[in-house]
């Protein structure tokens, strides 16, 4: 495929704050209406509708042995590693109380274990948890599954990685952000090739499928030299996939980020010529742009399912199992049943008063109306596929597609202009360089922005 050879200037003009369309509606726009019985009724629906759907579980491991200062996830800083071994006890009853709602007969052919840190569990602690996990759903034995684990290269235990081949696990996430020891520096992660590189060599050498390496650009202190060394050294380690994530400083949100001087961030030319030089070293190194912040080599399971048009972006990013229920397990996980999405508390002490008083810790979340449900369609096959088949939605939704977006159109306009989005009667397409855009593209459909 010929890389994507991106336009500063356009990169300039549509770098606007748009939602990431893991889901839609976004989770701003939760509400504490929908519980714990409207959770239940909606895997209810989803058992008599859709009987036979796979499922896709999420486990939230929230702790970290320190902050990273750029991180906006939820998690837990502690160094009592007996904690975890308490968090699995609670993990492993929701996740017997949430498998008893389902269908005995549906296969689990996703998992990820997602944090804050996973591997600060022990392996006594990681065994317990997927051991009890398989006592409670049904995981799948095939070859396509997608079980996968994020972990820190720099506090790994020997055997660690084996280990979690032989409970199953076939792919892994390594945080890197930037090898550059003066960013390293201002953001509170010190890291080093030689670690990144020795777990990479361990999972290969354990027979892991598939590894992926997360980027960051605009993180403090960052210059284009500096970063640009970290991208070749990337591509010789030659991940499968690579996640590229733009860094976002909201102080006032994330208690961690207080600590990065704002005076130390790229300015704006600077952090899209980070971005600029990324997509474009990415592109000749031989990856795939898969859409918005994913790249992977041609030969990944993400590349063939974006070729194949199954690809699917949800709360993990992008993923190759577009048909299933995501349910998702711990602090502040997010599930997506059905025409629904619902999210635990987060608050730690939250969500285990709720499991402890024998509830599903359910806080928040949303019933899709059916005008949430076309668009929901429509921008997800923007973010996997770049197009929308226009005959297709008047199909399968019984509309005009031009009279029931006629606005949505209009706001595309400027997309045209620029050569970034094709319309016609049956499709409308990125172009080649305008799926750097589909965010873009996409909120055009968002009734919400």
Known sequence: ??????DIELLKRYDLPLPRYTSYPTAPHFTAAFGEKQFRLAVE???TVTPHRNLSLYLHIPYCTSPCFYC??????????????????HLLSESRRVADLFDQGREVIQLHLGGGTPNFLSLAALNRLLTGVREHFSLSHQPQRDFSIEIDPRCVESGYIAAAVRLGLNRISLGVQDFDPVVQEAINRSQSIEQTQQVIDESRDAGIRSVNLDLICG???????????????????????IALYSYAHHPELFKAQRHIDARDLPDPATRLA????????????????????H?????????????AGTLHRNFMGYTTHAECDLIGLGMSAISSIGESFSQNPRLIADWRSALEQGRLPTWRGIELTADDSLRRDVIQRIMCRGEVAVVEIERDYGIEFGQYFYRSLAKLSQLITDELVTLDRQYIRATHNG?????????CFDRYA
């Open 219 to 241: 993180l403090p202190r960052q210059t284009l030299t500096g970063f640009t060394r970290t991208l070749d050294q990337v591509l010789r380690m030659r991940p499968d996939r």
């Open 295 to 307: 790249f992977a080599l041609p030969d990944d399971d993400l590349a063939r399912a974006r070729s």
């Open 1 to 6: 495929m010929t890389p994507l050879v991106p």
């Open 274 to 293: 980070l971005q600029h030089a990324a997509i474009e070293i990415l592109g000749f190194g031989g990856y795939e742009y898969i859409g918005m912040d």
């Open 72 to 89: 906006g996830c939820n998690r837990v800083i502690t160094r009592n590693f007996s904690e975890g071994d308490t968090y699995v006890e």
């Open 45 to 47: 629906r989803s058992n």
């Open 435 to 443: 799926r750097l855009f589909l965010r873009n593209m996409a909120s």
